[in-house]
């Protein structure tokens, strides 16, 4: 069993920078992929960005490409997301992700995750 508790979110301009944070407890999480994922208000969860078990593997959405930015500290079993140049619609609640069967490639799916986060709001303003 793995929890998984995300904290940095807030309230910040458009044009400012936030980081989230990720801590897992139980489980190792370095036997994890681990994502981020986003809801926003009356939509449907997509994927943000995923990074695999030792993080030489990462992928992000085209609408965070060069912006975001994931990476890992298995040491203290924690993801991070750096967020720079923050946009209005990037507003949502950011739940952290942990799936062991994409460790390698970190693939993540919103189908196939085994753990997630209760997330953590970001709120952007214009």
């Known amino acids: 069993q793995v929890q998984l508790v995300e904290s940095g979110g807030g309230l910040v301009q458009a044009g400012g920078s936030l980081r989230l944070s990720c801590t897992a407890s139980?489980?190792?999480?370095?036997?994890?992929?681990m994502g981020w994922f986003r809801q926003a208000p009356g939509k449907e969860r997509v994927i943000v960005s995923t990074?695999?078990?030792?993080?030489?593997?990462?992928y992000y959405a085209e609408s965070v490409k060069g912006r975001f930015t994931i990476s890992r500290d298995n040491a203290n079993n924690t993801v991070y997301l750096q967020m720079n140049s923050l946009k209005p619609e990037d507003t949502a609640v950011y739940y952290c992700?942990?799936?062991?069967?994409?460790?390698?490639?970190?693939?993540?799916?919103?189908?196939?995750?085994?753990?997630w986060g209760k997330g953590t709001l970001v709120t952007v303003s214009s």
């Open positions: 139980g489980r190792t999480s370095s036997s994890y992929a």
């Open positions: 992700a942990a799936d062991r069967g994409t460790r390698y490639s970190g693939m993540l799916s919103l189908d196939g995750v085994d753990y």
């Open positions: 990074i695999n078990y030792s993080g030489g593997k990462t």
